[in-house]
């Protein structure tokens, strides 16, 4: 079995690179050595999370279902939260301070459990973030045709998750144009 070519955008927080694992009709993380995958070019050093698949499929799930009520302006499931906030508790983290000598300060969060709780949590965690800071008015649904991909708008005209989009986008409606003007 190949490694599948994920719907990374590389510019999107995490979370949303979690949640955009479930693109349309193709799910990223049906098998467990494809969410290792993930897992190994996006958040290194957690080990193998596919052991964990269904809890792995059930946060990103909730997390895709919280992200896409906030895209689209609408509450969402209360299961979701509950599911969220739940991955969230079980794996506490605190803010450590890093000062060396003669360089700026910095935070460092610190989790307090390991493995695959850690992991989840912190992704959980994220989310919480997320939806609860400044980006979260920003986070929108692609509007490329046939686009599901979520994505935070960090800039005014931004409309769609990746310029590939954004070119299929201007295509279609110059094609709808000159077919229905006769091509004039």
């Known amino acids: 079995m190949t490694d599948p070519e994920f719907p990374i955008l590389g510019t999107e927080p995490l979370v949303v690179e979690l949640a955009n694992t479930l693109y349309g009709d193709e799910d990223f993380f049906r098998h467990a050595e494809w969410i290792d995958a993930w897992f190994a070019l996006l958040v290194p050093g957690h080990g193998r999370m596919g052991h964990h698949a269904g809890r792995v499929r059930a946060l990103r799930d909730g997390i895709r279902c919280?992200?896409?009520?906030?895209?689209?302006?609408?509450?969402p499931a209360p299961d979701a939260v509950e599911l969220v906030n739940t991955f969230a508790a079980a794996a506490p983290a605190y803010l450590r301070l890093i000062w060396p000598a003669g360089q700026a300060p910095a935070a460092r969060w610190i989790d307090t459990t390991g493995g695959s709780t850690a992991a989840l949590g912190r992704l959980a965690t994220c989310c919480v973030e997320l939806l609860a800071g400044p980006d979260a008015a920003s986070l929108r649904r692609c509007e490329g045709p046939g686009c599901s991909l979520l994505f935070v708008k960090n800039h005014s005209r931004r409309r769609w998750c990746h310029p590939s989009c954004g070119h299929r986008d201007r295509q279609?409606?110059?094609?709808?144009?000159?077919?229905?003007?006769?091509?004039?």
């Open 66 to 75: 919280l992200l896409s009520a906030a895209a689209a302006g609408e509450a």
């Open 172 to 184: 279609a409606r110059y094609y709808r144009r000159h077919l229905t003007t006769g091509g004039s």
